[in-house]
Structure formats: C-alpha cells, structure tokens
Nanobody, 126 residues
Framework: QVQLVESGGGLVQAGGSLRLSCAFS????????MGWFRQAPGKEREFVAA????????YYVDSVKGRFIISKDNAKNTVYLQMNSLNSEDTAVYYC???????????????????WGQGTQVTVSS
C-alpha cells in the first residue's frame, strides 16, 4: 500500500524559509495527485497546496500564494513544498497526502485523499 513520509520541518525565524519533502512508496507516483495540508493546535486541518499527477497544474490557499511553491518529481517519487517568507501563522504540523487520479486534476478537499503521511512540525518564531 502507499506510504508517505514527510521530512524537512523544524524551527525557523519569521521571514525565513524551509523546504518540506514527502517521499512516496508502494504505488505508481506518476498516477497520484498530491497535496499538502496543515493543522495548527486547536484548529482543523486545512488545505495548503496541491499538484496534479504530472505536475502541470497547481493550486494554493490564498494565504500562501506567492510564498509557497509545490513541486513534484516523478523520477524521485517525491513532492516538495518550498516555503518562503514564513510567519507565525504558518506554524503547524504539515501533512502530505496522495490521491490516485485518472486525469490531470488538483484536489483541495481533505476527504478525497486516500493516503496520508505522519506529519512534520513547522514552528516559526517571531
């Protein structure tokens, strides 16, 4: 079965950058759309960014547009989230998710993803 393992989280100062990685195994990565979500303490899990299975389409929540970039390397079975200009509101556990996708679509809804990683903590200090 599909397994997802996130890495790259940590503590960073406001204005800094981090790059999260999510390693995919147990399936055909090129047939999966991918997404990044985050959950802050006391809040629901929210959508951050998504990418189509071939990497040609991306979508972002408004709060990260212009700061975050999602990318997908089908040769390395890895999806990335480059996070720039971080602020305290970005502090959360970040999760990657995958969804088998027949078409080149992006998915923003949590309950439509089939597979989830264990999460990686991102803490932004002000």
């Amino acid at each position: 079965q599909v397994q997802l393992v996130e890495s790259g989280g940590g503590l960073v100062q406001a204005g800094g950058s981090l790059r999260l990685s999510c390693a995919f195994s147990g399936g055909t990565f090129s047939l999966h759309a991918m997404g990044w979500f985050r959950q802050a303490p006391g809040k629901e899990r929210e959508f951050v960014a998504a990418i189509s299975r071939n990497g040609g389409r991306t979508y972002y929540v408004d709060s990260v547009k212009g700061r975050f970039i999602i990318s997908k390397d089908n040769a390395k079975n890895t999806v990335y989230l480059q996070m720039n200009s971080l602020n305290s509101e970005d502090t959360a556990v970040y999760y990657c998710a995958s969804k088998f996708e027949l078409y080149s679509a992006v998915e923003v809804y949590t309950d439509r993803y089939n597979n989830w990683g264990q999460g990686t903590q991102v803490t932004v200090s002000s």
